[in-house]
């Protein structure tokens, strides 16, 4: 138990100190006052993401910057790991696996605009990350295979080949990813909640808030998503519900789901629970474009407020770990919506307001 606080007194200084030099809020309300996407890449020469500029300057291609950008992501546990017991360092990597998992569908895509759709990919391969995250992918067979059998076949010594094997008929059937990207994220949730599961009862209260909560927003989204644009019943829409959320039960869901303003159940959840959002769940937006945005923006904000929470709390504890990966993750999101705001020309108001 010394050891262990020794090494959280260790990786906790660090990650403060790491946290307090993240990108301030008057730094992402320069990057807005400028005029081009360029522009806002030329000031972030004197940050952590300088590299950023030079991809650009090189390249003149804003996809290239957003690659380099999810490298960054993906790679933010491996810097931990040496600091971190063995017990964090598989919840940290059942973080990771998200990313690993989020990398492999854009492979499908790839391979699914080719073979069902018989689109050209060859603009798009070059934007795939092929590094490894976790486990060793076939990427390049992936993308090059002629049905989702030969991709169940390839990803066979993964954790991964089984739920294509299992989604594929569904898939062939609804000609849609749909099925497997939700076989996807159940997987990713589960991992996850298992690793916490396996904590010590301190790091494992934390932990499971934590989780829960991210479960808790997974789920409103995937509901709010479900009705408007697949219009789904609410019969099939709670069979894909991810177990183990930490305050939001099923009932809840269904009224949200069946709410004729999706919003109004969420916001009566978030005066309970977060009174110091409310205000933004009350907004009326006419248009569905903005709806969900500002539904987006509210999940961002609830996340935030754990993390705030979790940096008041006794210091010496995974909570300061995942509070890092969370704050560096919606870091790194900011800046790529700013710089995609910049690129697309759109004003300064709209790009605060995505922020």
């Known amino acids: 138990m010394i050891a262990e606080v020794g090494r959280y007194a260790l990786i906790n200084a660090k990650l403060r100190a790491r946290i307090s030099n993240m990108l301030s809020d008057d730094f992402f309300s320069s990057l807005i006052k400028c005029r081009t996407a360029g522009e806002m890449l ?24 957003e690659l380099v950008l999810y490298k960054k992501e993906a790679g933010l546990f491996r810097e931990l790991e040496p600091y971190l017991p063995p017990r ?21 895509r790839l391979f699914f605009d080719h073979v069902f759709r018989k689109r050209s990919i060859d603009d798009a391969i070059h934007y795939l990350m092929r590094e490894r995250i976790l486990t060793g992918i076939p990427y ?11 991709v169940a076949n390839a990803l066979a010594a993964t954790p991964y080949g089984g739920i294509v094997a299992t989604a594929a008929p569904e898939v062939e059937r609804m000609q849609s990813l749909f099925p497997l990207s939700v076989a996807f994220d159940r997987y990713y949730y589960r991992r996850l909640t298992e690793a ?52 939001i039960r099923g009932s809840t869901l269904q009224d949200i789901y069946r709410s004729p303003q999706l919003t109004a159940p969420l916001e009566t959840m978030i005066r309970k629970n977060y009174p110091g959002i409310a205000a933004l769940a009350s907004v009326q937006h006419a248009d569905q474009s903005s709806r969900l945005t500002m539904i987006e923006r509210i999940l961002e904000q609830i996340t935030l407020e754990e993390v705030h929470r979790i940096m008041r709390g006794y210091p010496f504890t995974i909570g300061i770990i995942l509070a890092y990966f969370i704050l560096k993750r919606l870091e790194i999101r900011r800046i790529r919506t700013v710089l995609n705001a910049g690129f697309f020309n759109l004003s300064k108001e709209r790009t605060a307001s995505l922020l």
Request: negative net charge.
């Open 42 to 65: 030329q000031l972030l020469r004197g940050t952590p993401f300088a590299e950023l500029a030079s991809v650009y300057e090189q390249t003149g291609d804003l996809k290239s910057v």
């Open 88 to 108: 964090v360092i598989t919840v940290v990597q059942a973080f990771a696996a998200g990313y690993e998992i989020e990398n492999l569908k854009n492979a499908l």
């Open 140 to 150: 390049e067979t992936i993308i090059n295979s002629v049905s989702l059998d030969e």
């Open 196 to 247: 916490v599961a396996d904590l010590d009862s301190r790091d494992r209260i934390i932990a499971q808030r934590l989780v829960g909560i991210e479960i808790d927003l997974q789920n409103i989204s995937w509901i709010i998503r479900f009705r408007t644009f697949y219009n789904l019943p609410y019969e099939a829409v709670a069979d894909l519900i991810i177990p183990g959320g930490f305050s």
